[in-house]
């Protein structure tokens, strides 16, 4: 709810807010666990949701599997693929080469300059157990 502090939200709505966010993220079950009772993945949903409880017009994730082990990492990019499936628009900064081939778009930067720029056939690389 935090991010909806600073919109001066009143309660009530920060509340429905957040719930409505956390369930979309698939957390709704959890949302009266504190952090140490959440595992890594589920943390990362928080962090997404937290970013999505504004309803920005583009997600921006900076490394989101960085820490995760490789089935958490599917569970996230599993979760943005629904959240862009549901017309998010989401720009992920990575090092791994596997969770940029699993994007729609990859943009690969060298000495801050485009090496390439070019479009994925996510049908290949999605919902198939891998980033």
Request: aromatic share 2%; glycine share 6%.
């Amino acid at each position: 709810m935090q991010p909806l502090v600073y919109r001066r939200l009143p309660l009530a709505e920060r509340r429905r807010l957040a719930t409505l966010t956390l369930e979309r993220v698939g957390l709704g079950a959890r949302m009266d666990h504190l952090p140490n009772q959440l595992s890594g993945g589920q943390r990362q949903r928080v962090a997404v949701a937290r970013a999505l409880v504004g309803e920005p017009a583009i997600l921006l994730a900076d490394e989101p599997t960085g820490n995760l082990d490789s089935a958490t990492t599917v569970e996230i990019m599993a979760l943005f693929d629904q959240l862009h499936d549901s017309g998010q628009t989401i720009v992920i900064v990575t090092h791994e080469p596997e969770i940029a081939e699993h994007c729609q778009r990859v943009v690969r930067l060298r000495d801050g300059l485009v090496e390439y720029d070019r479009r994925n056939d996510r049908t290949d690389n999605r919902h198939d157990n891998r980033p």
